[in-house]
């Protein structure tokens, strides 16, 4: 099977092309293949088959569509259906785009090796993979930045394949070529500069000299601008005749080490909307162009006083130069003067790596550590990061790239001296707007009323002090009072201004704003106002409009009514489809408004109903996404508005994440009985989502509260799962061990015999990361009986599937297979997918060890393809090891290295440091076996530092077992030894099987005794 996207859309089955029937078809393949194996909800299929209005036949025809595409695929199981969509298994290497972009990979590791030979070939391939532009004859825009980088990513290639052609010395031979490439792309000033260096080095002077004027008439001619310092440069060396030139190279991808991405994996597009009835500020937007040309590891800091437009001037610049950043954009609001305290830099940076594809414990727990991930993953990347609304440099360091492919705009009320002088950042000043440029904007804003009273118009803009977030609010004041003259709302302001102005004991220039907001907040009506003042209590980044009527008690018609004049009067803005916030401006004074005009029991029942209609939504999302939990969740009073429901598995996630930040900084914030419940809702969908930090955050926070409240068993609860999700971050294992410990004796003395079994479970779980697996074993065995037969079967699958692992590690193979076994017998009724892709990746390490291969194989692709549905990506990742292991053992080292290698990809963004142990140590395994033990010592000595660190015991000796070898095979028998004893000493320990094997290794080793 293949599936070509680069160029015209086609199926390849059997070796012919299989004809797709019309736009629909094609359109619905081409999302399928964008997805990469995820499954994609109906909705957003039938939303782009047929678009934002689809009739009652949509579902119908597309079952159709469904159908006849299965037919064309021949294989029944390729696309199926889930509760969360469909999805189409693409299995790796049958899509052209991503093998080009593997390719593209290796050809550009040989240049930075030196070796321009490998780097052609490796190119050249890529590049004849190329028919077209991507996705041709379908639009659909959600597959426009996967094609951007497609399209860039080409160009990149075609670059160093020229330059790595000139290494070789080919200089006339690809002058032709190059000429070509200059004609297709005129404003790719990399072009010009490689044919320039080709016709010099060919003896063609002249020629060279010639290519320049042409390149510089071009750039002119087009974009009115001269060429860049590099071309300069270039030309400057050819007339003085310097004997070796050669075009500088710009950054091109990430570097080995960096995070890898599959080819439809999303890109970061986090730019917030563009501003609309922008006009002017032609001078800052010049200044930031400036930076394209700049020094590298470009800053710009964005200065400027409230108001003024900042954000509106770097979003704006962004959102016109975002083609030149094909690897993504990023965006923070670092909140640096609202209300709340500022976002610190670690928590940005966790979302930042996140969103550049690291999951769980990949994310670092320092912020030094954090800072230092986030240059390495973006080193090599052409990207723009866009930090808004800092407070102070101290904030800002930490998040600067230090990459000379990144651009990073920093916007804040303060100079940022210290970033200027010691970063040397491009600095900006944004001031309020020029008279000219006001009146343009209220010329937009008004249209003709402007010129019929241009004095009253010229007061008002002074009234405004030339500030456009004043400007426009004014501006739709005015729209909205036509029976008004101008000059009479300009004299009502004047007197509002005056009467602030004695109110102001320190002069403070923004007293116009705050005129401005009140002139008109009192225009509205007593229910908007009402709504515009408790929007200043919530504590979190947006809203959407449910939350904001719990918060207000309003129904959500009368909600979207009031809501939808505050974006007309722009005293709220829009963030994204049903979603809105405040300025920071609005949203101080919206909250002093509500402390001076509402009482305090208003104010804490506006939150209470807030926190309530938080907690039922993430409950209720909680119901779908994780129906199946090891302790009841708390139950939940339905609040008295709106009450959200959640179709699918897709819609819940979408949900929780759009409002994670919210449900945690509400956790903050007044009731302290709100943290232990939220603590107890969450736990799994943080667990899952690899939130780590937020869930000790929130955790920790319970465990506070419950402390405080004298509540015994919240505190075992948050205690619970603090350890349980300690312990999944390698964190020390006393600690997690002390807070398994007092859960256990409040479970026992209130007499719930699940949750102690769960929790003996977690102990057993620290045993065995400790390395003493016998005990561990009868811990193991202490939970299940103290659950019992009848007790919560999603604990006793727990349990028993940790009793598998265990049992198969210490080589007791068919009591682990029954174990197992019992396993997929017990959930089966119950539908957990999560449970059984566990099992079966378990099961087919057993069978494996048994030598059954044909049982082994099998196991091991349902444990994948359970594992890709479900999102199981710690399981995705053990999966594909299972695979390089049998494929390995059938001497297929070449595929084993690569399935070994996509699970190493996987578990880095995705890891548990148990996972990420032996993912490391199977590769290892494997370039052992395929002759490269210098490979194989670089990896198991990741592995080994890794399991250190961590305290994953067996996984340490599994390490030094692998050192020993490849040290063997390089004739370092020394050394060998060494680590064979270290790995003794492991096995021998947790009574493993391999004990024999070491031993016998050393007794037969050069020099032994």
Not at 263 to 272: D, F, N, R, S, Y
Not at 311 to 334: I, K, S
């Amino acid at each position: 099977m293949r599936f070509q996207v680069l160029g015209e859309v086609l199926l390849h089955r059997d070796g012919r092309a299989e004809a797709l029937t019309g736009r629909l078809e094609r359109t619905l393949l081409a999302l399928l293949l964008a997805r990469g194996g995820r499954p994609v909800p109906t909705d957003v299929l039938t939303e782009a088959l047929w678009g934002d209005q689809p009739d009652q036949r949509s579902g119908p025809r597309l079952q159709l569509h469904v159908h006849r595409l299965r037919r064309k695929l021949g294989e029944s199981d390729r696309l199926s259906l889930g509760p969360a969509g469909y999805r189409l298994r693409v299995e790796a290497g049958e899509l052209d785009a991503e093998r080009f972009e593997s390719s593209v990979e290796d050809g550009l590791a040989f240049a930075d090796r030196e070796d321009p030979s490998s780097a052609v070939e490796s190119l050249r391939e890529a590049l004849s993979l190329w028919r077209g532009a991507p996705f041709t004859g379908v639009d659909l825009p959600l597959l426009d930045d996967w094609i951007h980088r497609l399209v860039e990513r080409r160009l990149i290639a075609i670059e160093v394949l020229y330059e790595s052609e000139l290494a070789r010395g080919r200089h006339a031979e690809i002058v032709a070529e190059l000429i070509s490439q200059v004609r297709e792309q005129p404003m790719r000033e990399r072009f010009h500069g490689l044919l320039m260096t080709a016709l010099y080095r060919a003896g063609r002077q002249a020629d060279a000299l010639a290519a320049y004027r042409a390149a510089r008439e071009t750039l002119a001619g087009e974009l009115g601008i001269d060429p860049g310092p590099e071309l300069r440069e270039l030309e400057r060396r050819i007339l003085a005749g310097e004997e070796w030139v050669s075009a500088s190279r710009e950054p091109r991808l990430a570097p080995r080490g960096a995070a890898r991405r599959t080819p439809h994996a999303e890109l970061p597009a986090q730019l917030p909307l563009d501003v609309r009835g922008f006009v002017g500020r032609e001078a800052e937007l010049a200044e930031l162009d400036d930076l394209l040309t700049a020094t590298p590891a470009a800053v710009a800091a964005v200065s400027g006083t409230a108001g003024a437009g900042k954000t509106a001037v770097v979003v704006r610049w962004a959102h016109r130069n975002r083609h030149r950043f094909p690897d993504g954009q990023l965006y923070v609001d670092l909140r640096g003067y609202g209300p709340d305290r500022p976002v610190a830099p670690q928590d940005v940076l966790a979302g930042f790596l996140r969103a550049l594809g690291l999951e769980g414990t990949a994310v670092p727990q320092g912020l030094a550590e954090r800072a230092a991930r986030f240059r390495t993953l973006v080193a090599g990347r052409r990207m723009l990061i866009v930090l808004d609304n800092a407070h102070a440099v101290e904030q800002v360091r930490p998040l600067l790239p230090g990459a000379p492919s990144c651009v990073t705009l920093v916007t804040s009320r303060d100079a940022l001296a210290g970033l200027v002088a010691r970063e040397g950042a491009y600095r900006v000043r944004v001031d309020r707007l020029p008279a000219a440029d006001a009146r343009r904007l209220l010329r937009e804003l008004l249209g003709g009323r402007v010129a019929a009273e241009p004095e009253a118009v010229e007061k008002l803009i002074r009234r405004c002090v030339r500030l456009p977030l004043a400007l426009r609010i004014v501006a739709e004041l005015i729209r909205s009072q036509p029976d008004l003259s101008v000059a009479e709302l300009a004299g009502e302001l004047g007197e509002r201004q005056d009467a602030l102005d004695m109110l102001d004991i320190d002069g403070d220039p923004h007293t116009a704003v705050r005129s401005v907001f009140s002139w008109s907040y009192q225009r509205l009506d007593p229910a908007v106002a009402r709504v515009f003042r408790l929007l200043g209590l919530h504590p979190g980044y947006d809203s959407d409009t449910d939350a904001t009527a719990a918060l207000t008690g309003q129904g959500p018609r009368d909600t979207r009514r009031c809501l939808d004049i505050l974006l007309r009067a722009h005293l709220v803005e829009q963030t994204g489809a049903g979603r809105h916030r405040q300025h920071d401006l609005l949203r101080g004074y919206a909250a002093e408004l509500a402390t001076a005009t509402d009482p305090e029991a208003e104010r804490a029942a506006a939150l209470g109903r807030l926190r309530g209609h938080y907690l039922y939504a993430a409950s209720a999302a909680m119901d779908v996404f994780a129906p199946h939990d090891y302790a009841p969740r708390p139950k939940v009073t339905p609040p008295a508005g709106p009450l959200p429901s959640f179709a699918d598995h897709d819609r819940a996630l979408r949900w929780l994440d759009a409002e994670r930040a919210n449900l945690l900084t509400l956790a903050g914030h007044g009731d302290p009985l709100f943290a232990p419940r939220l603590s107890e809702t969450l736990h799994l969908y943080l667990r899952v989502g690899g939130y780590f930090d937020e869930a000790i955050g929130l955790h920790t926070r319970a465990l506070r509260a419950a402390l405080g409240a004298g509540d015994e068993f919240a505190e075992a609860n948050a205690r619970r799962v603090l350890g349980t999700m300690l312990n999944l971050t390698g964190a020390d294992p006393d600690k997690v061990v002390d807070h398994f410990r007092v859960a256990l004796a409040t479970y026992e003395r209130i007499g719930d015999r699940s949750l102690q079994a769960f929790v003996l479970n977690g102990l057993a779980s620290v045993l065995l990361r400790r390395g003493d697996l016998p005990e561990a074993m009868r811990r193991f065995e202490l939970a299940l009986a103290t659950n019992g037969p009848d007790g919560n079967w999603r604990v006793r699958c727990a349990i028993l599937v940790n009793m598998g692992r265990t049992l198969r590690t210490l080589g007791r193979l068919d009591e682990a297979r029954r174990c197992l076994e019992s396993v997929l017998d017990l959930c089966a009724p119950h539908g957990d997918r999560s449970v059984e892709a566990n099992t079966h990746c378990v099961l087919s390490d057993v069978h494996t060890r048994l030598g059954q291969e044909t049982a082994a194989f099998e196991h091991a692709r349902q444990s994948l393809a359970l594992a890709r549905e479900t999102g199981y990506r710690q399981i995705e990742a053990l999966s594909l090891d299972k695979l390089g292991t049998l494929h390995r053992k059938r001497g297929d080292v070449a595929q084993a290295l690569r399935l070994h290698g996509e699970a190493l990809d996987v578990a880095r963004s995705a890891a548990e440091p148990e996972m990420m142990s032996e993912a490391l140590n199977t590769l290892a395994a494997t370039h052992s076996a395929a002759g490269d033990p210098t490979r194989a010592l670089l990896l198991h000595g990741e592995a080994l530092a890794l399991a250190a660190e961590t305290g994953e015991r067996v996984a340490e000796g599994h390490a030094h077992a692998g050192i020993a070898e490849a040290r063997a095979r390089l004739g370092e028998h020394a050394a060998a030894r060494e680590h064979w004893r270290l790995a003794l000493a492991v096995y021998e320990a947790g009574d493993l099987p391999q004990a024999a094997e070491v031993r016998a290794r050393l007794d037969a080793s050069p020099d032994a005794g």
